[in-house]
């Protein structure tokens, strides 16, 4: 099954705050998030194993509660180059194949 | 370091033409995928490797095949093509398990007229 992002879309001006969340119907092993700029591939950003921990990249961080089979991405004091479509995507079990959610397009203007 | 390298970039294709789109990668990575993207969607599994000589469906494999001779080469065939297949084509490599990063090529936009 397909994971759930929320919200679809958000705008922000530069140095604003922003949580994207990934919610799946199904227990969840891991969850990978990626950023994909406009017409360019998705870059890797963060894998979360089930445990719950928290995961940082630059001043974009991550959480798995795996009780809640959720997970949220933090960006925090964004910058304009955060710009782009975010994706998160499960694997339900351990070597699972991920599945992909339809994405949040986040628009940083200055 | 090359990493994964698509091509073409581009393609048109008549109805009912076929084609095979390119994927090779450097970093000796054994697990090798096919996305589809279509306009303003998440990507979406055609096949994938594990290895070479290994190859399986994943959630949107109909109308596509692929091979796997090589460690550094996993081609997806189209067979037949449909307009329903116009997409961007991504394919992407990792290491080990799928639990680790994925590697993305720079993406092949296909239209189907």
């Known amino acids: 099954q397909q994971p759930v992002q929320s919200p679809q879309a958000v705008i922000l001006r530069e140095g604003e705050d922003a949580v994207i969340n990934c919610s799946s119907s199904k227990a969840l092993y891991s969850v990978h998030w990626y950023r994909q700029k406009h017409g360019e591939a998705p870059v890797f950003l963060m894998i979360l194993l089930k445990g719950g921990e928290q995961k940082g990249h630059e001043k974009i961080s991550a959480s798995f509660n795996e009780k809640k089979q959720q997970s949220s991405l933090y960006l925090t004091a964004s910058q304009l180059s955060y710009s782009g479509t975010y994706f998160c995507g499960t694997e339900g079990t351990s070597g699972s194949r991920l599945t992909f959610g339809e994405g949040t397009q986040l628009t940083v203007n200055p | 370091n090359a990493g994964v390298t698509q091509t073409p970039k581009f393609r048109i294709l008549k109805i009912g033409q076929s084609m095979t789109l390119q994927c090779t990668q450097d970093?000796?990575?054994?697990?090798m995928y096919w996305y589809r993207q279509d306009p303003g969607m998440g990507l979406k599994l055609i096949y994938y490797s594990v290895g070479a000589g290994i190859t399986d469906k994943g959630e949107v494999p109909n109308g596509y095949n692929v091979s796997r001779s090589t460690t550094e080469d996993f081609p997806l065939r189209l067979e037949l093509a449909a307009p329903s297949q116009t997409s961007v084509y991504f394919c992407?490599?990792?290491?080990?398990?799928?639990?680790?990063?994925?590697?993305f090529g720079s993406g092949t936009q296909l239209s189907v007229l």
């Open positions: 992407a490599s990792s290491y080990g398990s799928p639990n680790e990063k994925l590697f």
């Open positions: 970093m000796n990575h054994n697990y």
